[in-house]
């Protein structure tokens, strides 16, 4: 018999904040630069976001507007009152005005909107750091990043983003705020205003083309790093091409982002969540589809204990827009992530502009300090051949003519359509519960979240039937037995989508996981991962590539044990901190979802060579993973252990991953060997290997 103890999804965590009011303004006049910047863009997004179901299950946070002072914490008296003088112009005026800044154009109620816009973004502050809601998203009009200290730029008025980082380290005291930029073109009112911070990390992908596209800035380089005081605070990663999908975005960050974010240790992360970056947008050319931003998402949430606040950018395809805004809150809601589709292989120009960030940035971070210094070329000088193909095909403003033109609204119903049947097979309904514990021993499920479902002992009969369909030999004794039950009712119901994944205490764990590994390719798998940390081996056979298996150990394993599909990492833990970022950005989280598996299975055997941090911080990497099914095996009851590891499935809070550490020079020299035995066989690890 089974007791539960049922999961309540936490749909008090996130904070939405949205207002009708901001829709209120438009374009006056005849404008092929600014005709795409639209009320529908919010009306779509909020539309879609009921249609799922997803505003009701977040708490709504009214919306206030920013005040002056608020405004002036990164804008001029002068600008300001400029901005505020647009509220009793007449059209002719308006448009005057508006030719004074870069793509911009003014609206009697803009000055309104821009202030809701502001006050939007620091109640999502307030909410998240009083502890009122753990993370959230703020949908707000004009978008912000582009806009700097006296001018309003690229559709931006107030800095949004920029104002919402002053204003924490001002009211909270915070010393380290990331902020994340993954919108398709350049924020660099952001740069202008921390570039010599180093208080706030700055992290902005964009669309560069060898500074053929707009803002057409040598600054948005990969080697401006920041000014002063603020070098290794400013991180430009510049797409060189359009066409930039998934894999790419997902390499830049596990082998920049991430890594120097850990190092970093924010206390606040706020996302500038332009998702002009997505497929099928007209600006972006890119395609990257919606749940890549679930994934993206997923992994900031590890950061700052989770206090994350997404604030709306740019997007201008209302389809590839609202679909991904609505990724972004289920992620935050803790859902499972969908599958991320698409050949994971990042390409060529991605691989360059990577590498060199890296490179750039070796100086001022401890997880890039055994980098090689030398970049792989110069991205500021190109031969005349394709700097003048560059121009026939690429626009130097943010608005190609061409997006208006019969080629393009073609374009963007292909998406419509492409985007209609890939989010039906991508979204799933949310299980029940989310994670299930098998334990031995009733007086041990005490100290699991109270969101566990525990599955308690069987009776005689129970266990009968269940070996029934087993090898028998396997499992003679009790004890193999008893660890086979646990392992088994826990892994049937993560199979049947009854949970979502689940922790097991399983005292002959070799033999279980054995047997485990056979009912999932019964069940009708194609790929587990298997990651067991510890002295363990498992009688199976593993080059048909139905199973990863990843073994993290202390005894050294020489090259030649290792194959595509049977990986042994030697690693020396750090005791007292936690070094293991290395290892996991940098390797094994490359490689798992180059391998997209359909389940993942970490076992916890003997002579482990991680601590609770270590296995707590992979845990919650690799959620993103196989729909977020993982199942835990632990051979030796920890309590400590135990507690983190369902608190981690669970999402009930973000563990603590402990102090971070640069990996020893051992270690590094037996990632950089793994890796270059295995980049081309996955060929996520090649932004971290040099030829």
């Not at 400029?82 to 030719?99: F, G």
């Not at 990996?663 to 932004?687: D, G, P, T």
Request: hydrophobic letters at 40%.
């Amino acid at each position: 018999m089974s007791v539960f103890v049922l999961f309540i999804a936490m749909a008090s965590g996130t904070a939405l904040i949205y207002d009708d009011e901001m829709t209120s303004y438009k374009l006056l006049w005849d404008d092929p630069i600014c005709d795409i910047e639209v009320p529908e863009r919010l009306l779509s997004s909020y539309d879609q976001l009921k249609h799922y179901d997803l505003v009701d299950r977040c708490v709504r946070i009214p919306v206030r507007e920013g005040t002056e002072e608020e405004i002036m914490l990164v804008h001029s008296s002068e600008y300001l009152e400029v901005i505020k003088s647009t509220q009793t112009m007449n059209e002719e005026e308006l448009q005057r005005v508006s030719k004074h800044y870069d793509a911009v154009y003014f609206h009697p109620n803009t000055y309104r909107c821009a202030k809701l816009a502001v006050g939007a973004t620091l109640q999502l502050v307030d909410s998240v750091m009083s502890g009122k809601v753990h993370n959230g998203m703020a949908l707000v009009r004009p978008p912000g990043h582009h806009s700097q200290r006296n001018a309003a730029n690229g559709f931006c008025v107030f800095n949004n983003v920029a104002i919402a980082a002053q204003y924490a380290k001002r009211r909270y005291g915070l010393q380290r705020i990331l902020i994340v930029d993954w919108d398709v073109h350049h924020g660099q009112g952001i740069q202008y205003i921390f570039e010599k911070d180093p208080s706030v990390l700055y992290f902005s992908w964009h669309r560069y083309e060898h500074q053929q596209f707009w803002p057409l800035l040598r600054e948005s380089d990969y080697d401006a790093v920041g000014q002063e005081n603020g070098k290794g605070f400013n991180i430009n990663v510049p797409w060189n091409k359009v066409g930039m999908g998934n894999s790419d975005y997902l390499a830049a960050f596990f082998h920049v982002l991430l890594p120097v974010a850990f190092e970093f240790a924010p206390e606040l992360i706020l996302v500038s969540s332009g998702y002009d970056s997505g497929i099928g947008d007209p600006e972006g050319q890119m395609t990257a589809t919606p749940e890549c931003f679930a994934h993206l998402t997923h992994f900031l949430m590890q950061l700052a204990n989770g206090r994350l606040c997404a604030v709306l950018e740019g997007g201008y395809h209302l389809k590839s827009l609202s679909e991904s805004v609505c990724m972004t809150v289920k992620t935050l809601l803790r859902d499972p992530l969908p599958q991320i589709s698409g050949e994971m292989a990042p390409c060529l120009s991605a691989i360059e502009s990577i590498q060199n960030v890296r490179a750039a940035h070796k100086p001022y971070w401890k997880c890039l300090m055994y980098e090689e210094t030398a970049p792989l070329k110069d991205l500021s000088t190109k031969s005349q051949q394709v700097m003048e193909a560059q121009l026939t095909q690429t626009s130097t403003h943010p608005t190609a003519e061409q997006a208006v033109g019969n080629t393009n609204r073609d374009e963007a119903i292909k998406t419509d359509k492409f985007l209609e049947s890939h989010m039906k097979r991508i979204l799933f309904p949310v299980p029940p519960v989310k994670t299930a514990a098998s334990i031995v021993s009733k007086a041990d499920a005490h100290f699991l979240p109270l969101s566990v479902q525990v599955e308690m002992e069987m009776s005689a009969q129970e266990r009968k039937t269940l070996v029934s369909g087993f090898d028998a030999e396997l499992v003679k004794e009790e004890k193999a037995l008893l660890s086979l039950q646990n392992v088994v009712a826990v892994l049937d119901k993560i199979l049947k989508k009854e949970v979502c994944n689940g922790i097991v205490d399983a005292s002959v764990a070799s033999v279980s996981t054995t047997i485990a590994l056979k009912h999932c390719f019964d069940f009708g798998l194609q790929r587990v991962l298997c990651i067991i940390v510890g002295d363990m081996d498992l009688e199976l056979s593993l080059d048909d590539g139905k199973i990863l298996f990843m073994n993290i150990c202390q005894k050294q394993q020489t090259e030649k044990t290792n194959s595509k599909y049977r990986i042994s990492l030697n690693w020396k833990e750090d005791t007292e901190r936690n070094n293991f970022f290395y290892a996991v950005l940098g390797f094994i989280l490359p490689i798992a979802y180059n391998y997209q598996p359909d389940l993942m299975i970490i076992v916890i055997g003997p002579n482990r060579s991680l601590g609770v941090n270590g296995i707590s911080l992979l845990t919650s990497l690799l959620q993103g993973l196989a729909e977020s099914r993982i199942l835990v095996v632990i051979q030796d009851i920890e309590i400590k252990l135990v507690r983190s590891v369902a608190t981690t499935l669970t999402g009930v809070s973000i563990p603590d991953f402990g102090v971070y550490a640069p990996a020893s020079q051992e270690n590094v020299l037996e990632i950089k060997r793994l890796r270059h035995q295995f980049k081309q066989e996955w060929k996520m690890l090649q932004c971290s290997v040099r030829d």
